[in-house]
C-alpha cells in the first residue's frame, strides 16, 4: 500500500509529539522560570514555543498567509510546568486537525512566511514544524539538565536509562 507525503508527515509529526510530550513531562517542577542568561527563553517559555510553533504554522497554511504578530486561537502560555504537557497535547490536536484537512495538491501551494521568502505548504510542515521543534526540543533537553532536571532520552538512552541497561544486562 502506497503511503502519501501527506501520511507520512503526519505520522512522523505524531511520533515527534509523543517524544515532545515525554520530555515536557519531564521538564523540573518549580523551574519554569529558570533561564541561562537573562536574554534566553524561561524553560517554560521555550517549552510552550513548541506549542506554538504546531499552532502559527498549520494555523497560517489554513489562513493561506502568515501575518506577524497574528495570535492563532487558544495559544494562551501556561504559567506552570505541570500545565505545558497537556497544553502542548490540546493544541498539537488542534493543529493535526487542521493539516489533516489539506489534501496533496495543497502541498505545493506556495505561502509567504514570516520571513519574507515565499515557500511550498510541504517545506512549512517538514521544516517549520516537524524539524524546527525537534530542534527546540534538543534546547529543551539542555535546558532540563541546567535546570537540575533529567531529560529523557529522544533517539536512543539517555545516560540514566544506559547505565539501567547496562546493569540490567550485566556489564
Avoid at 494562551?76 to 489533516?100: C, D, F, K, T
Avoid at 489539506?102 to 516537524?130: C, H, I, N, Q
Amino acid at each position: 500500500m502506497a503511503t502519501t507525503e501527506l501520511q507520512t508527515f503526519l505520522d512522523m509529526w505524531d511520533a515527534e509529539a509523543q517524544k515532545t510530550v515525554t520530555m515536557l513531562r519531564a521538564l523540573p517542577i518549580g523551574q519554569y522560570d529558570f533561564r541561562p542568561d537573562a536574554g534566553a527563553r524561561s524553560l517554560g517559555e521555550l517549552a510552550w514555543h513548541l506549542a506554538e510553533a504546531d499552532a502559527y504554522v498549520s494555523w497560517g497554511i489554513e489562513q493561506g498567509k502568515f501575518t506577524p504578530g497574528a495570535k492563532a486561537p487558544g495559544l494562551e502560555r501556561p504559567r506552570s510546568i505541570e500545565a505545558l504537557a497537556p497544553g502542548y497535547e490540546r493544541v498539537h490536536a488542534e493543529a493535526v486537525a487542521r493539516v489533516q484537512r489539506l489534501g496533496a495538491d495543497d502541498l505545493d501551494r506556495r505561502l509567504t512566511y514570516f520571513d519574507g521568502k515565499e515557500r511550498p505548504v510541504r517545506d512549512l510542515l517538514w521544516s517549520a514544524m516537524l524539524f524546527h521543534n525537534i530542534h527546540h526540543r534538543g534546547q529543551l533537553s539542555v535546558l532540563c539538565r541546567l535546570a537540575g532536571g533529567t531529560a529523557p532520552g529522544m533517539f536512543g538512552p539517555n545516560r540514566e536509562e544506559m547505565a539501567r541497561l547496562r546493569s540490567r544486562a550485566g556489564a
